[in-house]
């Protein structure tokens, strides 16, 4: 009889998980027309990226209390991931938080002669200019160099910095974000051929 009980029990636990999932699916369906429309990509939602232009604005990232003498702090400002490295005088600059040669995060890497040096595969690029210091992908041995040949070496892109009130700032380009997704949801949609029907 206590067994009967006890797989009654979770039949009834069973039963009220799944009325309890089919009203909130309801719920959903019910909700305001203007709710679900926030989060749909439609075609008729696709932005001309010129729509939205260049506009720099000094943006904070971080504590200017958060930074020692050569050290790199990953921040994040205007939708876009952003290095902060300082000297080993303590001087602050900003780069994007992005190794050129295939993406990876920099604030695991480290800050060696006046440069930012990527924790993979050890390219340097200094902190004024971004500008490559001395070879493209130099380790680990055989398969750095050899990864370095799938893309040429390109610099690391910088930005101007600041710091203001105990805060960093960087003047970021706050439309770039929208101005890389209008781009981006009419590529894909043009691969599908579904914005100017080129496709039917």
Known sequence: CRTHNSGSQRML???VQFAAGAAAFQ?????????????????????DPKAYPPKNVWTTVCSSKDLKPSSLKAA??????ILIA????????????VCPHIG???????VEDGAIVCPLHRSA???????????????????G??????????????????TSG????????????KRFDASYWRGVLDAQGKVDGGYY
């Open 166 to 177: 105990g805060n960093v700032q960087v003047l970021l380009d706050v439309n770039a974000k």
């Open 27 to 47: 719920a959903a369906l019910t909700a305001p027309q203007g709710a679900q429309r926030s989060a749909v990509v439609r075609m008729g939602d696709v932005q």
């Open 86 to 97: 300082t000297d080993k005088g303590g001087k602050v600059f900003a780069a994007a938080n």
């Open 104 to 110: 990876t995060p920099l604030d695991q890497g480290t």
């Open 76 to 81: 994040f400002g205007a939708g876009q991931d």
């Open 145 to 162: 160099p050899l990864t370095g040949k799938l893309k040429s070496p390109r610099e690391l892109k910088t930005f101007q910095v600041r």
């Open 125 to 143: 690029f200094d902190l004024r200019s971004g500008k490559l210091v001395g070879p493209w992908c130099p380790a680990p041995p055989l398969i």
């Open 13 to 15: 636990a069973v039963l």
